[in-house]
């Protein structure tokens, strides 16, 4: 571990916390049972603790146990919630409302939804990052039948105004469903509060296992009815068929209980380091951007672009001692530019040098220094190899 490159994208992903590591294990190979099989005691014992899972998950967001439904992750949650409302709710109308700067998990589900007929509004976002609260009303039609709003950008970090679009659509009787795999376990999220009747969830973004997730659905005032997307065998209340992954359950459940716990003195312990790094961009490196809203911001996430400089140069440049990301991990294969970054109306310039780093639980305080120290020199020599270039 000590020769790789100083982890600094938890935004892509977390590992997996050693106490999640030690709750899961038992599950594989002592307890196996099929939490569907209650016949016999092997079922059963895995159905315990499935359930003890969805009240760890239930309790982390203020919800029922009951409504807590297990999926391969926020990208199915999402699929399931929209395709899901689009399908159960046609009667009642074919309009969605979104925002631009949404993960592709909701963006594609709404394009696959246009090429059937339905309607999207596609909400632009301010230079923060923000989705207005006053467009979404003023986007709300009569056949509107869901709003979905993501909880947090996964590049930017810019954290919505969840509680107030949620009483929007309250008022609206509109379903309001928020894509918050990055926003769980890392700042509050109160379903009650914030009158959320759909909310999706990752786990490996707050070290959890990858590859499970979570939809919650919302059962009283209102019921929220869906149209299952898997068909099979009925789990998860008809809505997700297939045999539950319980080692990966108990390890969301054990992940959730920690973040329930921990979180509040982990997001002061993060917003120090953020804000350690860009104060030392600032004095030390200058011509710095903050990219997303200085202060409604994921306490983990740090998006700058250094003026001039090509994130790619940086990335390749670093690539032995600091690993981060110019964009989401999910696009970052096609050099395509970020769609996040574009849509804060900035020019190509700082598009182009846009990075993202995002700090999380198993980061020291050395690391921290070390790889601050790394990325000024970087960018300094970059700048100066610039300077070079440009008197030929
Ligand atoms: C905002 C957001 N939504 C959805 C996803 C997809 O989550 P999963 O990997 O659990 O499918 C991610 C992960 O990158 C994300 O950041």
């Known amino acids: ?225 869906l149209a299952p997307v898997i068909y099979g065998g009925g789990h998860e209340r008809g809505l997700r068929s297939g045999t539950l992954n319980v080692p990966s359950i108990v390890g969301m459940g054990k992940a959730a209980e920690i973040a329930k716990r921990e979180m509040g003195a982990e997001a002061k312990r993060f917003r120090t380091w953020t804000q350690q790094m860009y104060q030392r961009f600032v004095e030390e490196i200058g011509d710095v951007v903050l990219n997303g809203h200085p202060t409604q911001r994921l306490p983990h996430n740090l998006n700058v672009s250094f003026t001039g400089v090509e994130s790619r140069a940086l990335i390749v440049q670093l690539a032995g001692a600091v690993a981060f990301a110019t964009g989401s991990a999910c696009t970052s294969e096609s050099v395509e530019p970020s769609h996040v970054i574009e849509a804060l109306d900035a020019d190509e310039t700082r598009v182009h040098s846009a990075i993202r780093i995002s700090v999380g639980r198993f980061n020291t305080d050395a690391q921290i220094v070390s790889a601050t120290d790394k990325i000024v020199d970087s960018v300094g020599s970059l700048k100066q190899l610039n300077a070079l270039l440009a008197t030929y």
């Open 1 to 225: 571990m000590t020769n790789k490159p100083i982890y600094l994208d938890y935004n892509a992903t977390t590992p997996v916390d050693p106490r999640v590591v030690d709750a899961m294990l038992p599950y594989f190979s002592e307890v196996f049972g099929n939490a569907a099989s209650n016949d016999h005691e092997y079922g059963l014992e895995a159905k315990r603790a499935v359930d003890a899972a969805r009240a760890q998950i239930a309790a982390l967001i203020n919800a029922r146990p009951e409504e807590i439904i297990f999926t391969s992750g926020a990208t199915e949650s999402d699929n399931i919630a929209i395709f899901g409302v689009a399908e159960r709710y046609a009667d009642k109308g074919d309009h969605i409302i979104t925002c631009v700067t949404e993960h592709k998990a909701v963006l594609d589900p709404c394009k696959r939804l246009e090429q059937l007929g339905k309607r999207v509004t596609y909400l632009p976002v301010d230079g923060d990052g923000r989705v207005d609260p006053d467009a979404v009303r003023k986007a709300i039609t009569p056949e509107t039948i869901l709003i979905s709003i993501m909880a947090a950008n996964n590049e930017i970090g810019t954290v919505a105004p969840l509680a107030e679009i949620g009483a929007i659509a309250a008022e609206h009787d509109i379903l309001f469903h928020s894509d918050a795999a990055q926003a769980v376990g890392h700042i509050p999220i109160d379903v009650e509060a914030m009158q959320i009747h759909l909310l999706s969830i990752s786990a490996h973004k707050f070290c959890g296992p990858k590859g499970i997730g979570v939809l919650y659905r919302r059962r009283s005032n209102p019921r929220v009815d």
